[in-house]
């Protein structure tokens, strides 16, 4: 279970801090994993947030292509999450490519990074293919000042039960309080990038398992 946790320090001397803690299970069974503490970056913007959407494809903007229901890339479903969401922060959508991440090549992801390190945002959420968006988040790693999260969905945008548009809500809330780094928001958790795989049997995202 996880819980939010402010502490304010002005008459105690604590510093001020935003965490993301994992609270104590009852029942949890004796010897289980904990998740390590997450920090947050501690951020209060007194200008107006501005976040890039980069959009490259995947199954999240995938629409049937004929009668026999097979599926390609189609426009870009960010720009209508986000009309629905009635969002206030400010945003721009760039689509940089209308790929299944399977065919998602080392120079799509060079050019990925070479957007980014030539751009003057500080905040990025790209939609990306589920099958190697872990491949692109490790592939972006190292990019100084930028909040970036990947996110994309296990159904298209398009059908009425989709994870699309929490998974891009989700992207939105975390890329505005992490730390700059590379991060993936699925399956209803923030993950490091290098930290996370998907696993396909489950049709699910998860931490990779540290050697025994």
């Not at 190697?132 to 490790?138: I, K, V, Y």
């Not at 505005?176 to 590379?182: F, S, Y």
């Not at 795989?197 to 699910?204: A, G, I, S, Y």
């Amino acid at each position: 279970m996880f819980r939010f946790d402010k502490a304010v320090g002005a008459a105690t001397g604590v510093p001020i801090d935003l965490a993301l803690r994992v609270a104590p299970a009852a029942g949890r069974p004796a010897g289980a994993r904990s998740l390590p503490l997450l920090r947050l970056a501690h951020t209060w913007h007194a200008s107006p947030m501005f976040i890039r959407f980069l959009t490259t494809g995947g199954t999240i903007d995938k629409i049937y292509f004929d009668a026999k229901s097979r599926f390609e890339v189609g426009e870009t479903q960010v720009h209508h999450i986000l009309q629905e969401g009635l969002v206030t922060f400010d945003f721009d959508v760039r689509s940089l490519f209308h790929k299944d991440s399977l065919d998602m090549t080392d120079d799509d992801r060079r050019a990925i990074r070479d957007f980014i390190t030539a751009d003057d945002a500080t905040h990025y959420v790209i939609t990306h293919g589920t099958d190697t968006m872990p491949e692109t988040a490790s592939a972006l790693a190292g990019l100084d000042g930028r909040s970036i999260v990947l996110t994309g969905a296990l159904s298209p945008a398009r059908f009425r039960t989709t994870d699309a548009v929490f998974n891009v809500g989700m992207a939105v809330a975390a890329v505005q309080v992490v730390p700059p780094g590379v991060y993936i928001a699925m399956s209803g958790q923030v993950f490091a990038a290098g930290s996370v795989r998907k696993n396909r049997d489950e049709n699910r995202f998860e931490l990779i398992e540290p050697p025994a």
